[in-house]
């Protein structure tokens, strides 16, 4: 678990995780939404084991998740916007978003 | 479009070489892939408040990120290179669309990734590297609760334990696995202490923080894993054990060489610091006449020497593009030269005493995931060495390994020493991946409404009749 340090005055934009709503600082990465969110896994490989960020650089694609329905994307790399729904990747990519 | 120098990367390097080529006269593009600038170091260092946890060090990135914000740089946040032709053609993307950027110079500032440390459990919930929790403290003011045990060695381990003291949020141990020996090599390298001394003093008073909080510090640990069975809960190692939470792993870090590999530039084996770096001159210039580097993407020297060496190759670009004359340009390196080698002065030091581990080049284990995209172990690389691959591309067909989304950042170094100690080679013989594009995964969409007149023109011209 990550927690937002008290000290910190910085504003926020509201993104959903999983459907859930949180409020991060803006700046922040959608990555970063996910650990402050509280969930312990942002992918599950194909092999069903789960996965959290592991460098937050842009390296290790560990983080790689659904945001605004578009799959595959290094949510570590990606800043949070207003209203941004990140969701985590279970297993391989999808395709096509519609495609299901 | 056409520019007469593109930089990739604006971290110290990137900057101070945007800042120097701006004021000399050069046409200049600064990409990079973050959404302001600083490059991992400074990351978020416009936004930082100055009562920072990250501490005065961090703060020194400030005044780079305002001249770069002041010059007439055309500097482009948010954009991804995808791939970089010889000839100086960049393929980017930002925003989902592509387009690209030919440039008469290029220079490389790529910067530096954290060693993989390939330890049992790494792949387990609650484990990252030091720098990521770093990167979630400096974007996010994130810090790890509950009980976060560091682990490794190198002057960013103590630096981000320091920064998570002052942040509250205490590490309950750091298990540092420099070898004992490596204090005996680096005591040969003692002449380096009086001319690094401002360096050496900034690291003691590190360790001085660290103990002064009362973090236990463990030195010599060997076996380190994490347990747990959907995070982690425990961290074992020969002779101990530690509930925990978090386990935040630094094995030091070595060049980020993903874009001088796909172009094919010559590479060296670095002996000394246990990686492989781009060949280059005393300018940054890599085995292609247009194309150079500076930063820690052509060896590892830190941020402030980074600056430095982005400021020679930018000198060097300035002759190279008709801005300045031969005699300007050694003029203005002097001073520059001058502080680069005090800037260097302690890094034979460092170098031996934070040398990695054999265990952590070599894992022992074979159940240790090497490959963490395709979920590839240890033992099946072992195995596919001994079946006869000669080198890492060669495995990469036996095994799938390197083959994921991360095209062998991460798994790159172990799979080439596992290979190595299999054939009994050295790992200078033993080579690396060959990296294609794209560099980073983009949309069909990006890629479809990418406009290439020449590549068009080409086409028709070569069309039989």
Excluded at chain 1, 81 to 89: L, N, V, Y
Excluded at chain 2, 118 to 142: F, H, S, Y
Excluded at chain 2, 163 to 180: H, K, M, S, Y
Aim: proline content about 7%; glycine content about 10%; some cysteine.
């Amino acid at each position: 678990m990550f927690r937002r340090r008290s000290e910190t005055r910085r504003p926020t934009v509201s993104v959903t995780v999983e459907g859930r709503p949180i409020a991060v600082p803006v700046g922040a990465s959608a990555a970063a939404a996910v650990l402050a969110a509280g969930f312990n896994s942002i992918r599950e490989t194909a092999g069903g084991s789960e996965r959290m960020p592991y460098c937050m650089m842009g390296i290790c694609f560990d983080c790689l998740a659904e945001i605004d329905d578009v799959p595959n994307r290094q949510s570590c790399m990606v800043e949070v916007q207003e209203g941004m729904r990140i969701c985590r990747q279970v297993g391989a990519r999808r395709i096509h978003p519609a495609a299901g | 479009m056409t520019v007469e120098l593109a930089i990739v990367g604006a971290g110290p390097a990137g900057m101070a070489a945007a800042v120097l080529a701006g004021e000399l006269g050069l046409d200049t593009v600064l990409l990079d892939e973050q959404n302001s600038p600083g490059g991992q170091i400074y990351r978020a260092i416009e936004r930082a408040a100055p009562d920072t946890p990250l501490g005065p060090d961090y703060l020194a990135g400030r005044p780079l990120a305002a001249a770069l914000r002041a010059s007439r740089v055309d500097y482009r946040p948010n954009t991804t290179l995808w791939h970089v032709d010889p000839d100086g053609t960049l393929f980017l993307e930002n925003a989902r669309r592509s387009e690209t950027v030919t440039a008469r110079r290029i220079l490389l500032a790529t910067g530096a990734i954290e060693r993989p440390v390939p330890i049992p459990g790494w792949t387990l919930p609650g484990v990252m590297t030091a720098g990521a929790a770093q990167t979630l403290l400096k974007t996010a003011d994130l810090v790890p609760e509950g009980r976060v045990v560091l682990a490794g060695q190198g002057p960013l381990l103590y630096l981000v334990a320091t920064q998570l003291v002052r942040a509250g949020a205490l590490p309950v141990a750091i298990l540092e696995t420099a070898p004992l020996d490596n204090y005996l090599d680096a005591a040969h390298y003692l002449g380096s202490l009086w001319p690094g001394r401002r360096l050496l003093t900034r690291g003691l008073g590190l360790v001085a923080a660290i103990k002064r909080a009362g973090v236990p510090i463990r030195r010599g640990v060997r076996g380190i894993r994490a347990v747990g069975r959907r995070t982690v809960d425990r961290i074992d190692w020969e002779g101990g054990e530690l509930a925990a939470n978090h386990l935040l792993l630094h094995e030091g870090v070595i060049p980020n060489i993903q874009i001088s590999l796909a172009l094919q530039l010559r590479h060296e084996w670095d002996e000394t610091q246990l990686c492989w770096r781009p060949a280059l001159d005393a300018w940054g210039q890599t085995s292609l006449p247009n194309i150079a580097v500076a930063g820690d993407g052509g060896g590892i020297a830190g941020a402030e020497a980074a600056a430095l060496t982005g400021r020679l190759a930018a000198l060097d670009a300035a002759l190279w593009l008709g801005h300045i004359g031969e005699a300007e340009r050694d003029a203005r390196a002097r001073p520059i030269r001058a502080a680069l080698a005090r800037e260097r002065a302690l890094r034979p030091f460092l170098d031996r005493l934070y040398r990695p581990s054999r265990a952590v080049m070599v894992p022992a284990e074979d159940e240790i995931i090497a490959c963490r995209c395709e979920e590839v172990s240890v033992g099946q690389i072992r195995r596919a060495a001994r079946l006869g691959a000669t080198g890492p591309n060669q495995l990469k067909a036996f095994t799938r390994c390197g083959m994921g989304p991360c095209q062998g950042r991460i798994c790159g170094p172990v799979v080439a020493a596992i290979i190595a100690d299999v054939h009994g080679k050295p790992i200078a013989e033993i080579g690396t991946y060959r990296p294609r594009a794209p560099f980073k995964p983009i949309t069909v969409g990006a890629l479809a409404d990418l406009e290439i007149p020449d590549l068009a023109s080409g086409i028709k011209s070569e069309t039989p009749s």
